[in-house]
Antibody, heavy 119, light 107 residues
Framework: EVQLVESGGGLVQPGGSLRLSCAAS????????MNWVRQAPGKGLEWVSY????????YYPDSVKGRFTISRDNAKNSLYLQMNSLRAEDTAVYYC????????????WGQGTLVTVSS | DIQMTQSPSTLSASVGDRVTITCRAS??????LAWYQQKPGRAPKLLIY???SLQSGVPSRFSGSGSGTEFTLTISSLQPDDFATYYC?????????FGQGTKVEIK
């Protein structure tokens, strides 16, 4: 059974940093591209970052480019999101999501971890 | 970036109704479209990919159609478990974008 379990969320002050983790199991993690997607309270879904299986290609939307860094450790079956210079508008539940094996939709999602940016 | 617009934003329906949700893309995305279902406090769940392909394990009452810029998600006979919010998503470009969501409520 595919499982994705996020951790590392919490309360952080504006301008602060936080590192999220996503532990993967039930599939060959090193064979799949991965993503982070966020959802602000009461709002819709926003894609945050993408990384290929071997970390050779990474993408971000303009809203987080230069502040967020996605990475992975295939030996540990883990995905990470380093978030710096956090703003109030970064407050959201952050999900890790696996990309499909052929097409780049998101076929499995974790349960999410809440990040709150507030003073 | 490609903008995705869903309609309606909210839909009131009864068990057994046929329900249709529309998603429009700001430019052609071929059939690179997915649909997700999300219930309160839960992660999104993939229903449909490549516009019309049913994800394994998803009931056959869900179907998708369309290509280019206009797409639909249809629930043939609404069940109690289907009251949720539905999102479309394009994956034509490496800036993935979602529609704003359609909440299906009990009438």
């Amino acid at each position: 059974e595919v499982q994705l379990v996020e951790s590392g969320g919490g309360l952080v002050q504006p301008g602060g940093s936080l590192r999220l983790s996503c532990a993967a199991s039930g599939f060959t993690f090193s064979s799949y591209s991965m993503n982070w997607v966020r959802q602000a309270p009461g709002k819709g879904l926003e894609w945050v970052s993408y990384i290929t299986s071997g970390s050779s290609t990474i993408y971000y939307p303009d809203s987080v480019k230069g502040r967020f860094t996605i990475s992975r450790d295939n030996a540990k079956n883990s995905l990470y999101l380093q978030m710096n210079s956090l703003r109030a508008e970064d407050t959201a539940v952050y999900y890790c999501a696996r990309a499909g094996s052929v097409y780049q939709y998101f076929d499995y999602w974790g349960q999410g971890t809440l990040v709150t940016v507030s003073s | 970036d490609i903008q995705m617009t869903q309609s309606p934003s909210t839909l009131s329906a009864s068990v057994g109704d046929r329900v249709t949700i529309t998603c429009r893309a700001s430019q052609s995305i071929s059939t690179w479209l997915a649909w997700y279902q999300q219930k309160p406090g839960r992660a999104p769940k993939l229903l449909i990919y490549k516009a019309s392909s049913l994800q394994s394990g998803v009931p056959s009452r869900f179907s998708g159609s369309g290509s280019g810029t206009e797409f639909t998600l249809t629930i043939s006979s609404l069940q109690p478990d289907d009251f949720a919010t539905y999102y479309c998503q394009q994956y034509n470009s490496y800036v993935w974008t979602f529609g704003q969501g359609t909440k299906v409520e009990i009438k």
